[in-house]
């Protein structure tokens, strides 16, 4: 009973301190869209995006944008096929990227992430979800998309996918969870946009990125356990003699 019950609690890892990740959900930004060396621009007077924290590098010609979820029109690469529902996950802004990886214009988002302790368990989460372009008439006789992310964590790689998604659709927010060890005291955490059919264009939604470290059970805790467990069975034995 006691090695089924720490076996139990040593299989669980919750996340625990504070979220290491800046500006996680993209609430604090400035312009609408992202403007630089290989990026396209395709609406003149625009104010170029900034977000603190954040930091994209652009392929070939990158398209990269901030959505808003107080607008469901704008220019036409923030003029989604079919807009979230609901809107973001957290606030009021979430960011999307051209998933077109075969044309060169998918777009890679990153933000260095320091203060880890080496050999920590971190758990990563993030909200994200796939929709497309309205730029690409008729959209409703096209074939299904996909899109997702590439994800990097210092070493550690992983990616989600949408799968076919039907044109004019929105896949739905999906949650990624995972927990990776820290191999340096600094590392990158980064997104890249991946998605087909190539020329739709295919969209890649990200929002509320968090990044903290998981409490994963060791000897104390373990110690700590089996002692609580000891003092149970003393108090019921006192009980029962009462």
Do not use: H
């Not at 312009?31 to 621009?41: K, L, M, N, P, V």
């Not at 739709?200 to 990044?211: C, G, K």
């Amino acid at each position: 009973m006691v090695a089924a019950f720490l076996s139990l609690w040593g299989s669980s890892a919750q996340a625990v301190g504070p979220n290491l990740v800046q500006n996680p959900s993209f609430e604090t930004n400035t312009g609408t869209q992202f403007q630089g060396t290989g990026f396209f621009f395709n609406q003149p007077g625009q104010t170029p995006a900034n977000f603190p924290g954040w930091t994209v590098t652009p392929t070939t010609q990158s398209i990269a944008v901030v959505g808003d979820n107080t607008v469901t029109g704008g220019n036409a690469w923030v003029q989604l096929a079919a807009w979230p529902s609901p809107m973001t996950t957290s606030g009021q802004y979430f960011f999307i990227a051209d998933g077109d990886f075969t044309n060169g214009v998918d777009a890679l988002i990153s933000q260095v992430i320091s203060g880890l302790s080496i050999g920590s368990p971190y758990q990563l989460s993030f909200d994200w979800g796939a929709s497309v372009c309205t730029v690409v008439p008729p959209c409703d006789t096209l074939p299904p998309f996909n899109s997702g992310w590439d994800i990097t964590f210092g070493s550690n790689a992983d990616s989600v996918n949408s799968g076919p998604v039907p044109f004019q659709s929105f896949s739905g927010w999906k949650t990624y969870s995972n927990i990776f060890t820290a191999t340096a005291t600094s590392q990158t955490l980064s997104f890249l946009s991946k998605g087909g059919p190539s020329g739709v264009p295919p969209l890649s939604l990200l929002d509320n990125v968090s990044l903290t470290m998981a409490d994963a059970p060791g000897p104390l805790g373990i110690l700590g356990v089996a002692t609580a467990f000891g003092y149970s069975r003393r108090l019921r034995r006192r009980i029962g003699r009462d």
